[in-house]
């Protein structure tokens, strides 16, 4: 049955059964999932992630940006979950899923190779050896008189 709506649900690990109508959400493991809202059954996972998925909860509802485009499964569903709410979206012709896909491989490689100048600019903490304790005055002359 095609879903109008989604209620969420946080929790450390998705679970094994996964009910229709319900957004699983770990925020631990980042990742959330839910049955395809077309009603074919299948299991849609979502990675949350700077280039990936964005989970927006405002304390009573959620919403995931961008949109949901299955367009692996045979279904090809496309639609947006705003503040619980499925809204439907027109399905992408073949093109179009290439062209959305290139471009996300695009700014997953913009934003990691700023990840990666970012970490090599961050200076590195130099150990310096930490003094021991004071030398006794007896340790002191010790060792001035090694060193002749």
Same mark, same amino acid.
């Given at each position: 049955? *095609?879903?109008s709506r989604l209620q969420h649900q946080f929790v450390e690990f998705i679970p094994e059964k996964i009910e229709e109508g319900v957004l699983y959400i770990s925020v631990e493991y980042r990742t959330m999932t839910h049955k395809?809202?077309? +009603? !074919?059954? =299948?299991?849609?996972v979502t990675p949350l992630g700077p280039t990936d998925w964005r989970l927006i909860f405002d304390g009573k509802s959620?919403?995931?940006e961008p949109s949901v +485009? %299955?367009? %692996?499964?045979? !279904? #090809?569903s496309h639609y947006w979950i705003s503040n619980g709410q499925v809204r439907w979206a027109e399905a992408w012709s073949k093109s179009?899923?290439? %062209?959305? *896909?290139? %471009?996300?491989? #695009?700014v997953k490689r913009a934003?990691? =190779? *700023?990840?990666a100048e970012q970490? =090599? =600019?961050?200076? #590195?903490?130099?150990e310096t050896a930490r003094p021991g304790p004071t030398p006794t005055w007896w340790e002191r002359v010790l060792r001035a008189l090694q060193r002749k």
């Open positions: 049955m *095609r879903q395809c809202c077309c +009603g !074919c059954g =299948a299991e849609v959620v919403s995931i +485009g %299955s367009w %692996s499964l045979p !279904c #090809r179009q899923v290439q %062209s959305g *896909r290139e %471009s996300d491989a #695009r934003y990691f =190779a *700023r990840e970490t =090599a =600019a961050v200076p #590195r903490k130099i």
